[in-house]
């Protein structure tokens, strides 16, 4: 692999898998940034003097910084140096976290989290490198593994946040994390490539070619299509299951919540089943049986919330299936330009995302209006449509690694 910094990467410069590991963990990592103190809301309410809605706001700044990431960082890594790039991002993103820990009031909590929310993007950039970097054949794979670590930083983020917040309260939960982040981004620069990709484009006209590639592409639109609507499902059901598990007749403490992501992260093993796959039978098969599993085990954990086993195993099924249609989608939408797939990866994330900010907002309002069964069988009906979308959609998602 060439150090030159201004070099292209050479289409075998292939990741080890020594590299696609510090990946998966620093992909983890960077996007559990956002989420550790979802669980602990009513510490970080109480330890501002906050109402419990304003706290709430302040802590949804995290998400909307993220969306601005993802439009404004990820592009970078098909212009720069991974290494530098990644580096860079992950320092900030710790300064950030350690500020967070030290603020006295909601628009400052509200300033930071967009920042670090902003910074949390970087696990969307380790999969554009992934895909970019990996052999042809295992392209899907690779981000597979890559992939299962952004799973992992989603519900680990939670777990771990309830737990730290129990221990040292939520200013030692941001700082803990802060020095996590700190140690990953020392990492980076001898981990990661030094070689720039093959992106010619200025920073400044890839940011304005973001919107133009949904009219140019067909598979973009029905892929970001899809997975925002699965999106959507995903982030409905794991926050409309915190309301409802906070509530009469359960009233679990954050803790206790944070455990149930424990069967979500039973799941993340069918990220690299679904990789593999892909790469054998193309990409619509994988998902439409990940949703297919998805959507039924939705509609039973509405109806089987007072039996914590059966509730753990339908959370462990629903989260693999979504996890592995995550995996064939994304690889459908990095295949449109393999040699300088982040500002694909970043169009179709953005809309990913806001999908998934918009779950979240109706889970836990569905909840509360309408109850937990109501609100899982909504998830599942998102399912179906994004099984539609993809089950109609154009040849791309026959897409096999090997060709």
């Known amino acids: 692999m060439t150090t030159d910094p201004v070099a ?11 590299v696609v590991l510090f990946l998966s963990l620093a992909a983890a990592l960077g996007t559990s940034a956002i989420y550790p103190l979802q669980p602990a809301i009513a510490e970080v309410a109480d330890g501002l003097g906050l109402r419990m809605t304003v706290a709430g706001l302040a802590l949804a700044c995290g998400p909307i910084g993220y969306l601005m990431g993802l439009a404004l960082l990820v592009p970078l890594v098909d212009r720069f140096p991974p290494a530098r790039v990644l580096a860079a991002q992950f320092a900030v993103l710790a300064v950030a976290l350690a500020v967070c820990a030290t603020v006295q009031n909601a628009w400052q909590l509200g300033l930071i989290m967009t920042v670090v929310g902003a910074c949390s993007a970087v696990g969307a950039g380790l999969s554009s490198v992934a895909s970019r970097l990996a052999a042809p054949h295992r392209r899907a794979t690779t981000l597979g ?3 299962a670590g952004i799973s992992v930083g989603i519900l680990a983020g939670r777990i771990a946040g309830g737990w730290l917040a129990d221990e040292i309260g939520w200013r030692g939960t941001l700082l803990t994390f802060a020095a996590a982040a700190a140690a990953v981004s020392i990492c980076c620069l001898p981990a990661l490539p030094a070689t720039r990709g093959a992106g ?6 890839t940011l304005r070619s973001l919107p133009g590639l949904f009219g140019r592409y067909a598979a973009l639109r029905a892929a970001a299509a899809a997975g925002a609507l699965w999106f959507f499902a995903f982030c409905a059901v794991w926050a409309g299951l915190a309301v409802a598990l906070s509530e009469p007749p359960f009233a679990y403490s954050a803790e206790r ?3 149930y992501a424990l069967a979500g992260l039973s799941g993340v093993l069918a990220t690299q089943v679904a990789g593999a796959w892909t790469d054998r039978v ?20 509405g109806f089987t919330l007072t039996s914590t086993p059966v509730t753990l195993v339908c959370l462990a099924l629903f989260d693999a299936g979504l996890f592995a249609a995550q995996v064939a989608n994304q690889s459908t939408v990095l295949a449109l330009d393999p040699a300088a797939p982040a500002r694909f990866n970043s169009a179709y994330m953005l809309v990913y995302f806001v999908g998934g900010s918009l779950g979240t907002a109706s889970g836990a309002a569905a909840v509360e209006r ?14 179906a449509a994004a099984a539609g979308i993809v089950a109609r959609a154009t040849p791309v998602f026959l897409y096999r690694s090997v060709r």
């Open 8 to 18: 292209p990467i050479r289409a075998d410069a292939h990741l080890r898998g020594s």
């Open 145 to 147: 593994l890559v992939t």
């Open 200 to 205: 010619e484009r200025g920073y400044l006209a």
């Open 257 to 259: 919540i944070g455990l």
């Open 282 to 301: 193309g990409a619509r098969p994988v998902i439409l049986t990940g949703l297919a599993l998805a959507a039924t085990a939705a509609v039973l954990a």
């Open 370 to 383: 309408f109850g937990w069964p109501a609100t899982a069988v909504l998830a599942a009906v998102a399912i």
